[in-house]
T-cell receptor, first 117, second 116 residues
């Protein structure tokens, strides 16, 4: 079953504008990750934020995490046509067995982002 | 270096047939995961390997699903007596897995399975 929900389910903006996507989850987490998926392709890791972090940046990406509200947001600044894709948040639950490397990801349903030239 | 490779990219089978999906992880990656992605949904966890050991198979939907990684590298996901609800994209991912740390997973492009 899905861990949480992304909002909005679909977003269409003009090139150059900023895009913000939100993710909510249900259980306590170890970390939260954002992935991008182009049509017909696999997922590409974008950024990971630990449960004790509140904000993280990577290039044009900014991720925030509010563990008290069990929510995260992904901001893409100065969007480009190549940013068109589906974006998923994924969580690693805090009470997973301590098995080496067992970072089982629980995904949301994703946000379909369209950047119009 | 090479990424995660999955084959075939597309598979069409008749209901009741058995299918086998292959995953070649990134060389040296200890951890390997299988996920199932239905159309328009996020991936859902199926099973996890650490080297050749299958440590978590809690996501496998039924006993018709079987996965193996006999030598700790290539993995095969087998579905027996396929049913229409098995139609989905099956994604494989690998990660270094050296120690319990925050690591990204590297995904293949998936196998799109269609059951007629």
């Amino acid at each position: 079953s899905q861990q949480g929900e992304e909002d909005p389910q679909a977003l269409s903006i003009q090139e150059g504008e900023n895009a913000t996507m939100n993710c909510s989850y249900k259980t306590s987490i170890n970390n939260l990750q954002w992935y991008r998926q182009n049509s017909g392709r696999g997922l590409v890791h974008l950024i990971l934020i630990r449960s004790n972090e509140r904000e993280k940046h990577s290039g044009r990406l900014r991720v925030t995490l509010d563990t008290s509200k069990k929510s995260s947001s992904l901001l893409i600044t100065a969007s480009r046509a190549a940013d068109t894709a589906s974006y998923f948040c994924a969580t690693v639950k805090i009470r997973q067995p301590i098995i080496q490397g067992a970072q089982k990801l629980v995904f949301g349903q994703g946000t379909r982002l369209t950047i119009n030239p | 270096g090479a990424g995660v490779s999955q084959s075939p990219r597309y598979k069409v089978a008749k209901r009741g047939q058995d299918v086998a999906l292959r995953c070649d992880p990134i060389s040296g990656h200890v951890s390997l995961f299988w996920y199932q992605q239905a159309l328009g949904q996020g991936p859902e966890f199926l099973t996890y390997f650490q080297n050749e050991a299958q440590l978590d198979k809690s996501g496998l939907p039924s006993d018709r699903f079987f996965a193996e990684r006999p030598e700790g590298s290539v993995s095969t996901l087998k579905i027996q007596r396929t049913q229409q609800e098995d139609s989905a994209v099956y994604l494989c991912a690998s990660s270094l897995g050296r120690g319990y740390s925050n690591q990204p997973q590297h995904f293949g492009d998936g196998t799109r399975l269609s059951i007629l």
